[in-house]
């Protein structure tokens, strides 16, 4: 019997915003892979078994997932919201090109899910009405001045901006840099939205100026969404609506 490899996303957090198909995958897999509290999103039941691993491991869990499949198990690989948006489907394919040459036709398949991007967007309004663009802000991966340049030509651009990883305990500082550097380069109040575990029972949805945002009101739990110089709020009773038109004046 030959094996396959699903590569799914689980959406920000809410049963409800799992996708059919990516339920159907879950239904039919032998063997679930991923992050810890990502696979502890998946129910136990008999014939399928949870390999849960720490964060740091990606390629080694994406081998691990290609050996199973390889073997002739149905493999789910999960991550958090959307597999190809800063997340695992990355990391196995990275592992297909390096790999034995096999591997390249194994049946692998990558489901979407919903991404906190836009499921914070959606909380707030529209404020990814118009042209935007997403930076994951995790130096981890990629040098600090890279991250820098990229928040300045986005700034330039007038994009609106979503930051994924905008703040962890290990890189306090990298946050506040940030807003050091969009104060600078935008030189306005546009709104900034902190939407803090979007979907789960500890949402918090808050929106302030940027001459306003601290670095404590971001963590690891946050998107961040930084409106354009053309996004609006209309205010109201409880929290406001943030959208960003279509259309920007010739
Ligand atoms: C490694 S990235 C993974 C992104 C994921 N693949 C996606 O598409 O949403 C993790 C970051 O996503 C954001 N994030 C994930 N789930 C979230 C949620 N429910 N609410 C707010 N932000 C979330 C946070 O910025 C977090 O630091």
Redesign the pocket.
Do not use: I, L, Q
């Given at each position: 019997m030959s094996g396959s490899l699903v590569i799914a996303?689980l959406g920000?957090?809410a049963e409800s915003l799992v996708t059919p198909e990516v339920s159907d995958a879950l239904a039919l897999a032998t063997d679930v892979v991923g992050y810890i509290p990502y696979v502890a999103r998946v129910a136990e039941r008999r014939g399928l078994t949870l390999h849960p691993s720490d964060n740091r491991v990606e390629l080694d869990r994406s081998r691990h997932a290609l050996e199973m499949a390889a073997e002739g198990r149905h493999v789910v690989v999960v991550?958090?919201?959307?597999?190809g948006?800063?997340?695992m489907a990355s990391a196995v394919f990275e592992a297909v090109e390096a790999g034995p040459r096999p591997w390249r036709d194994l049946d692998i398949r990558v489901l979407p899910?919903i991404?906190?991007?836009l499921?914070?967007a959606a909380r707030a309004g529209a404020p990814l009405g118009h042209d935007f663009c997403a930076i994951?802000l995790s130096d981890n991966l990629k040098p600090w001045d890279l991250i820098e340049k990229r928040l300045r030509l986005a700034a330039e651009a007038d994009f609106a901006m979503a930051?994924?990883?905008?703040r962890s305990k290990s890189r306090p500082e990298g946050f506040a840099r940030t807003l050091a550097v969009l104060n600078e380069a935008c030189g306005d109040a546009r709104p900034v939205i902190f939407?803090?575990?979007?979907?789960?029972p500890d949402?918090a949805i808050r929106t302030v100026p940027l001459t306003q945002a601290t670095p404590e009101m971001a963590d690891?739990?946050?998107?961040v969404i930084v409106g354009s110089s053309t996004t609006r709020i209309i205010e109201r009773a409880g929290a406001p609506f943030v959208y960003t038109p279509r259309s920007v004046p010739a």
């Open positions: 996303g920000p957090g991550s958090s919201g959307d597999p948006v800063f997340a899910g991404t906190a991007m499921a914070a994951n930051f994924y990883n905008p939407a803090r575990a979007v979907s789960t949402e690891m739990r946050t998107m």
